[in-house]
């Protein structure tokens, strides 16, 4: 950010103190800020009461706070060594705040920070462009008061947009649609400014957003799609005087409200994992990164969240004990954790809630803020992941004909659609860092119902006959229940036998042989794409046994990616971009556009929990970037 109006002069105890002026600073760092550290201890950017003024305006009296204004473009440039002696460093300081009570910062009172959405969490990467195509400009302003700002986007290629004026809040979220001209590789800085003073522009304050032209392929789109996706997410969660934290905290929700009572548990977690595996951390600085904000406050809503009295949280601790096939309690605390949510349906939304714990980048031994049980302490991230595995262990059928599976309640019933959401948590929480145990006798159970459940190359919903939408949704998430089971679904192409279970191999082939029909046929129980199978394929297809599948085998031998397509065959990754609606939204069958939009940039973006450690353009020729974890 830059600073705004002035220039201030100071006098009277203005200076007192400036010498302990608090940041935090190292090589090669960015942008410093109101925070203390060893060399500088008070714990405030406050300077003492005194007097000022603007030369032409009226001396004023109060406390002059510095808070937010460290945050300058020399600071962005240059390194601060740390050879500087704490005598050079107490000049510095001294030196930083005069050119700061001389500059015209203090008068844009109304502008607290201006912040330009990065790509990929990186204030250093350049979001996505195509020659010719409109792309959407991102940022959000946050004010210290409801009164008026001023606002302009500076495209950085000679263009910029009328001035527009905002008021009454405290935060924006802001756009402008744009087309770029250029060559491929061709680099552009555009920049939001804000002014807090009147619509001139003459002070204002200003973030970078990075744009470069790319060559316009299937790379390009999907970092487009991805890009339209998130913020689309981000401008649409959901707020209500009904809904309410324990602690009273700040919180961020998701809502899915067509077919069941409402919830929103899973449609938050699967936000958050959105977010998550773009780069967008709970750890990263929402300074510089807004969807840091969103992934932290809506994980604070997983932990603390509830619906109206206290009766509907979104966690909650439940007994459990020994199981028909063996000790369901890892851990042997006596609890397990489930999702209650509004619509009580733990077993389908309890899988998101560990995929977002694991994409988020907290850790094992991390606080969750929350006594789950009263004993006395908070859990860590740790203690909850299991107890969430554990009663997925303890709600699993023991006997019947709905034996090893799972559906709406524990112990009671099974199908395919509800019974995926298990192992698309449990695979990953057994992946170190987290290490969670998962008893051999749940996976031994659970291929007891994925054996009754098939036949003939797919898995059914209650039975090897029900079906919705031609077994396109159950029988992928019958594959990855396979997977969680250790059932081997990936063929190695360089030995002669094909090393796949024979019911993978033969439901893979069902799914690749209509292929055309699951990318464009409509859901004709409940209508639109058939986006919830989509998302169970790609978990299948990622998690699969001992590798993820990037080929899928049809009956007739012929291979084809599943995710970018192989010659005439269109990929999920082209399909999903089609069906994209301007917005940025997508919608689906079974599921609300927040739900949906979550599924496909998570579905879009190749790494699972993690972000990919590169960006896809930095190799050349990439063709390859989509299925790179």
Same mark, same amino acid.
């Given at each position: 950010?830059?600073? =705004?109006?002035?220039?201030?002069s100071?006098?009277d105890?203005?200076?007192?103190?400036?010498?302990r002026?608090? %940041?935090t600073w190292?090589?090669?760092?960015?942008?410093a800020?109101?925070?203390?550290?060893?060399?500088?201890?008070?714990?405030?950017?406050? /300077?003492?009461?005194?007097?000022?003024?603007?030369?032409?305006?009226?001396?004023r009296s109060?406390?002059?706070?510095?808070?937010g204004l460290?945050d300058?473009p020399?600071?962005?440039?240059?390194?601060m060594?740390?050879?500087?002696?704490?005598?050079?460093l107490?000049?510095?300081?001294? @030196?930083?705040a005069?050119?700061?009570?001389?500059?015209?910062?203090?008068?844009?009172?109304?502008?607290?920070?201006v912040?330009?959405?990065? *790509?990929?969490?990186?204030?250093?990467?350049?979001?996505?462009?195509?020659?010719?195509?409109?792309v959407?400009?991102?940022?959000v302003?946050?004010?210290t008061?409801?009164?008026p700002v001023?606002?302009?986007w500076?495209?950085g290629?000679?263009?910029?947009?009328?001035?527009?004026?905002?008021? =009454?809040?405290?935060?924006?979220?802001? !756009?402008?649609?744009?087309?770029?001209?250029?060559?491929v590789?061709?680099? %552009?800085t555009?920049?939001l400014?804000v002014?807090?003073?009147?619509?001139?522009?003459?002070?204002?304050?200003?973030?970078?957003y990075?744009v470069?032209?790319?060559q316009?392929n299937l790379?390009?789109?999907?970092?487009?799609a991805?890009d339209?996706?998130?913020w689309w997410?981000?401008?649409?969660?959901y707020?209500?005087?009904?809904?309410?934290?324990f602690d =009273?905290?700040?919180?961020?929700?998701?809502?899915?409200w067509d077919?069941i009572?409402?919830?929103?548990a899973?449609?938050?977690?699967?936000a958050?994992? &959105?977010f998550?595996?773009?780069?967008?951390k709970i750890?990263?600085?929402p !300074?510089?990164?807004p969807?840091v904000?969103?992934?932290?406050?809506?994980?604070?809503?997983?932990?603390?969240?509830?619906?109206y009295?206290?009766?509907?949280?979104m966690?909650?601790a439940?007994?459990?004990s020994? #199981?028909?096939?063996?000790?369901?309690? &890892?851990?042997g605390?006596g609890?397990?954790v489930e999702?209650r949510?509004?619509e $009580?349906?733990?077993?389908?939304?309890g899988?998101q809630?560990i995929d977002?714990?694991?994409?988020?980048?907290?850790?094992?031994?991390?606080d969750?803020?929350?006594?789950?049980?009263?004993?006395?302490?908070n859990?860590?991230?740790?203690?909850?992941?299991?107890d969430?595995?554990?009663?997925?262990?303890?709600?699993?059928?023991?006997?019947?004909t709905?034996?090893?599976?799972?559906?709406?309640?524990?112990?009671?019933?099974?199908?395919n659609?509800? @019974?995926?959401? &298990?192992?698309?948590?449990?695979?990953?929480?057994?992946?170190p860092?987290?290490n969670c145990?998962?008893?051999?006798?749940?996976k031994t159970?659970?291929?007891i119902?994925?054996?009754?459940?098939?036949n003939?190359?797919?898995f059914?919903y209650?039975?090897?006959?029900s079906?919705h939408d031609?077994y396109? $949704?159950?029988?992928?998430?019958?594959m990855?229940?396979m +997977?969680?089971?250790?059932?081997?679904?990936?063929?190695?192409p360089?030995?002669?036998?094909?090393?796949r279970?024979?019911?993978?191999a033969a439901a893979? +082939?069902?799914m690749?042989?209509? *292929? $055309?029909?699951?990318?464009?046929?409509?859901?004709? $129980? *409940?209508?639109e794409?058939?986006t919830?199978?989509?998302y169970?394929? @790609?978990k299948?297809m990622?998690?699969?046994v001992?590798?993820?599948?990037?080929?899928?085998?049809?009956?007739?031998g012929?291979? %084809?990616?599943?995710?970018?397509?192989? =010659?005439?065959?269109?990929g999920?990754?082209?399909r999903i971009?089609?069906?994209? #609606?301007p917005s940025? @939204?997508w919608?689906?069958?079974?599921t609300?556009?927040? /739900?949906?939009? &979550?599924?496909m940039?998570i579905v879009?973006?190749?790494a699972?929990? +993690? +972000?990919a450690?590169?960006a896809?353009f930095?190799?050349?020729?990439?063709p390859?970037?989509?299925?790179?974890?």
């Open positions: 950010m830059r600073p =705004g109006p002035g220039p201030w100071a006098s105890g203005a200076l007192k103190g400036i010498a002026i608090p %940041f190292s090589s090669g760092i960015r942008s800020r109101g925070r203390s550290s060893a060399l500088f201890p008070t714990p405030n950017l406050n /300077l003492h009461t005194g007097t000022w003024k603007r030369p032409g305006g009226p001396h109060g406390t002059l706070d510095f808070a460290f300058l020399f600071l962005r440039r240059h390194t060594r740390s050879a500087m002696t704490r005598n050079t107490y000049g510095f300081a001294l @030196a930083l005069l050119f700061i009570l001389l500059s015209p910062a203090l008068s844009r009172a109304g502008v607290g920070r912040i330009c959405v990065p *790509w990929q969490g990186d204030p250093g990467k350049f979001h996505t462009a195509v020659s010719g195509v409109e959407r400009l991102k940022g302003i946050e004010t008061d409801t009164g001023w606002y302009r500076v495209f290629d000679g263009t910029q947009s009328p001035v527009a004026s905002l008021n =009454g809040g405290l935060r924006y979220n802001v !756009e402008a649609l744009h087309i770029y001209s250029g060559a590789g061709t680099p %552009f555009a920049q400014q002014d807090g003073v009147d619509s001139s522009m003459a002070n204002a304050v200003s973030d970078p990075l470069k032209i790319e316009d790379d390009a789109r999907v970092n487009m991805i339209e996706g998130l997410l981000f401008n649409n969660n707020t209500h005087s009904y809904l309410h934290t =009273g905290s700040e919180f961020m929700v998701w809502r899915q077919y009572s409402d919830a929103f899973s449609p938050t977690a699967s958050i994992q &959105a998550a595996i773009n780069n967008h750890n990263g600085d !300074e510089e990164d969807y904000r969103a992934v932290r406050l809506g994980m604070n809503w997983l932990l603390q969240g509830y619906r009295d206290g009766r509907w949280p966690l909650q439940v007994a459990i020994a #199981q028909a096939q063996g000790n369901p309690d &890892a851990n605390n609890y397990g999702v949510d509004y $009580n349906r733990p077993v389908y939304q899988g809630i977002a714990i694991i994409a988020s980048g907290v850790l094992p031994g991390d969750t803020g929350r006594d789950f049980t009263g004993r006395g302490s859990w860590t991230f740790g203690e909850l992941m299991q969430l595995c554990d009663t997925y262990a303890w709600g699993q059928v023991d006997s019947g709905y034996r090893g599976g799972w559906r709406y309640s524990w112990n009671h019933e099974s199908d659609s509800a @019974a995926q959401w &298990a192992a698309i948590g449990l695979i990953p929480a057994q992946e860092p987290w145990v998962v008893p051999g006798w749940v159970e659970n291929a119902w994925l054996g009754y459940s098939y003939a190359g797919h059914g209650l039975n090897s006959g079906q031609w396109f $949704n159950t029988t992928p998430s019958g990855v229940q +997977a969680m089971d250790g059932q081997v679904g990936y063929d190695d360089a030995t002669p036998d094909d090393e279970d024979p019911k993978w893979e +082939a069902y690749a042989d209509n *292929w $055309n029909g699951f990318l464009h046929n409509k859901s004709y $129980n *409940w209508g794409d058939l919830y199978g989509w169970a394929f @790609a299948a990622r998690l699969a001992p590798h993820p599948v990037v080929r899928v085998t049809k009956s007739d012929t291979t %084809f990616d599943w995710y970018l397509g192989s =010659g005439d065959i269109k999920m990754a082209r971009i089609e069906i994209q #609606q940025g @939204a919608d689906g069958s079974l609300n556009a927040p /739900l949906t939009t &979550a599924w940039i879009l973006r190749p699972l929990f +993690a +972000a450690p590169v896809c930095t190799a050349e020729p990439n390859t970037f989509p299925d790179r974890d």
